[in-house]
């Protein structure tokens, strides 16, 4: 007798999920993250604690389930590209991309409070870019780890000063400034 390898999620199981992701979106919203609590998102979401508890087993597994699906996004667009590539090229994924997503992953990216959980999603995809080209591997790994980092934080913090600033730039505008930044540091500018 065959039966189908496919998992089917019961219909309420699926809702009750998704209540309790799109109540955290709308949290994440409105306050610093160490305001949302499992008692404050199930009041809300209309659920009981245990239901909670059922699907995740901490709030911060919670976080980690979004992160992953920001990161997974982010990953498919980066597999459009072909090795090799340039920061450049990287630059313009990750502002495209981003700048594309909800409310609330901006507010991930750019609250001080959701920073920890933002910075860890982004050294996770750093790493998962690097495994698929490393332009960087004649280096020592003392400078590899310090130009990882320098990327790291120039990119966010970048896309933090353009959210900071209203978005005046355009998007084609910003990803070219930063991307040349990025790419070619200051002096590519003068």
């Known amino acids: 007798m065959y039966f189908s390898q496919e998992h089917h999620v019961d219909p309420r199981v699926h809702k009750t999920r998704e209540a309790i992701r799109n109540t955290f979106k709308k949290k994440i ?3 610093p993250a160490e305001k949302i609590t499992v008692k404050e998102l199930t009041d809300r979401a209309k659920i009981h604690r245990k239901t909670f ?17 920001i990161a997974d996004g982010y990953y498919q667009e980066m597999e459009k590209l072909k090795p090799p ?3 450049k090229d990287i630059n313009h994924i ?3 991309y981003y700048a594309a997503q909800d409310k609330f992953v901006e507010r991930l990216i750019c609250e001080p409070s959701y920073r920890p959980f933002c ?4 050294t996770a995809t750093l790493q998962h870019n690097l495994s698929r080209y490393n332009p960087y591997a004649g280096f020592s790994p003392e400078k590899q780890s310090m130009i990882h980092i320098f990327l790291i934080v120039s990119s ?3 896309y933090r000063q353009w959210i900071a600033d209203g978005k005046k730039l355009s998007l084609e505008e910003v990803i070219e400034l930063t991307g040349k930044l990025l790419d070619e540091g200051i002096s590519g500018l003068l």
């Open 29 to 31: 919203c409105e306050m």
């Open 53 to 69: 508890y059922l699907h995740y087993t901490t709030i911060e597994a919670l976080y980690q389930d979004m992160m992953s699906e």
């Open 85 to 87: 590539y340039s920061f």
């Open 119 to 122: 910075n860890k999603l982004h």
């Open 156 to 158: 966010l913090e970048l």
């Open 94 to 96: 990750f502002f495209s």
